[in-house]
């Protein structure tokens, strides 16, 4: 008998070693292409070598992740229940479905898996991370900051963990606090994207630094008209008590041989939870172009997790007329990219006017960003005179980028085209900067 067992033992091991050195080289290759985010490859390797092997566990887990990360959430479903009938009671697949099973919403279920491993092994900090998750999912914010902060007292470089509280404070419009946290978990782990791409995110729009810029913008016109020249100077500094930013600024036109000025001051105090305003106010000496007088307020409040709108009422004083525009955005945060819409309803004339603009950012840091933008209507919402305007709606573009060179010196450049049937405007603006931290 133990002759036996022996040789069946031995065989076992023999054949084991047989596939291990067969499909090494191609286990390899998998993991390389998930590395590497091609998951069709690492997909089709897997399912080759599972022909062979069906029940191989490490096999199995890369197909589950290629899967999940290609987007296939049903199928790493299925193939985890698969792996979960073949290995009862295994913590990393219970968790892969329960994370799986959340981002589905269905959070009764994933709960239910989340317990079964704290079932055998209570101090299970991923599944205690889970819960804490569904909790401030299912709006128990306090439920879920406890539990974190009990993972935390035992493990203090647990990066999940704080993560987790970040997006809790997040939740509840503490940006200040979540982007704390989410240093600390992108300190912690910093080869994890989302950690990253959360903490860009987090990281408040009001921050009270000290800056100078120059911009310089060019309009070219279809009609023949000589190019417009637009100047301005800008000081940047934070308001007292780190209660918002302003703004100080020096406009400057040259059209049709006339030169206009303009002085300009621009706040963004905050307001309450998850809200500040926008309040612009400009005077013109001589009015040649800009309004003699003009008033803005904007006020922008975010709501939901990352999602922020706004509404806001515009005043300009022209010489020969007055004008007054209704504005709005709203706009969603969706990791590094930043989709909103801007728009603005008027009345000239007698005739009501309505501008929108769909603008697409793209973050790769904090300061950092390329846009891109599409609309249809008579004016941008940045323009200030009169011969901005189109006579009647046409498209909208735009495109920019925004990059900070040697951490404190800026550099945007802004192209924006506007058309109708009958005119055509182009604005090349280049503008450049220095700040101190």
Not at 8 to 26: K, T, Y
Not at 86 to 102: C, E, H, I, K, S
């Amino acid at each position: 008998m133990k002759r036996t067992t022996a040789i069946a033992l031995a065989l076992l091991v023999g054949i084991s070693q047989l596939w291990a050195a067969d499909d090494n080289r191609p286990y390899d290759r998998a993991q390389r292409a998930l590395q590497q985010k091609d998951y069709a490859a690492t997909i089709t390797i897997c399912l080759d070598l599972l022909e062979s092997a069906p029940a191989n566990y490490d096999v199995n887990f890369l197909l589950v992740q290629a899967y999940s990360r290609s987007g296939e959430r049903d199928k790493a479903l299925s193939r985890l229940e698969r792996m979960n009938a073949l290995f009862p009671r295994n913590g990393d697949v219970l968790l892969f479905m329960a994370r799986l099973l959340t981002w589905k919403g269905r959070y009764a279920d994933a709960l239910a898996r989340y317990r079964e491993v704290l079932g055998f092994d209570p101090a299970n900090e991923g599944a205690l991370v889970g819960t804490a998750d569904i909790a401030a999912r299912r709006g128990d914010f306090a439920e879920a900051r406890t539990i974190l902060q009990k993972v935390l007292a035992r493990d203090p470089r647990n990066a999940d963990a704080y993560f987790h509280l970040g997006l809790v404070e997040q939740w509840q419009g503490n940006r200040g606090r979540a982007r704390e946290d989410f240093e600390k978990a992108a300190a912690l782990d910093p080869a994890n994207d989302d950690y990253k791409i959360f903490l860009t995110s987090s990281t408040p729009r009001l921050e009270p630094r000290l800056e100078v810029r120059y911009g310089h913008e060019v309009d070219d016109w279809s009609d023949g008209r000589a190019d417009f020249q637009d100047d301005q100077v800008a000081v940047l500094f934070g308001l007292p008590g780190d209660t918002g930013v302003m703004a100080l600024k020096y406009n400057q036109t040259h059209r049709y041989a006339e030169t206009d000025r303009q002085f300009e001051a621009e706040a963004y105090p905050r307001l309450w939870t998850k809200a500040y305003a926008r309040i612009d106010l400009s005077y013109s000496p001589e009015a040649v172009y800009y309004p003699r007088l003009s008033a803005l307020i904007e006020i922008y409040q975010g709501i939901l997790s990352a999602a922020e709108v706004s509404v806001g009422v515009w005043h300009m004083s022209f010489v020969d007329r007055p004008m007054t525009l209704v504005l709005g955005s709203v706009g969603y945060y969706l990791g590094n990219y930043y989709p909103y819409v801007r728009l603005n309803y008027g009345s000239e004339n007698g005739n009501a006017t309505f501008s929108w603009v769909l603008n697409l950012r793209r973050y790769f840091s904090t300061d950092n960003f390329i846009s891109v933008g599409y609309g249809h209507g008579t004016r941008l919402l940045e323009d200030l005179t009169i011969q901005d305007l189109l006579p009647t709606p046409g498209n909208i573009y735009a495109a920019g980028v925004t990059w900070y060179i040697f951490r404190n010196v800026r550099l945007e450049f802004q192209f924006s085209r506007t058309s109708d049937a009958n005119l055509t405007r182009s604005a090349f603006e280049f503008t450049t900067g220095y700040r101190w931290r």
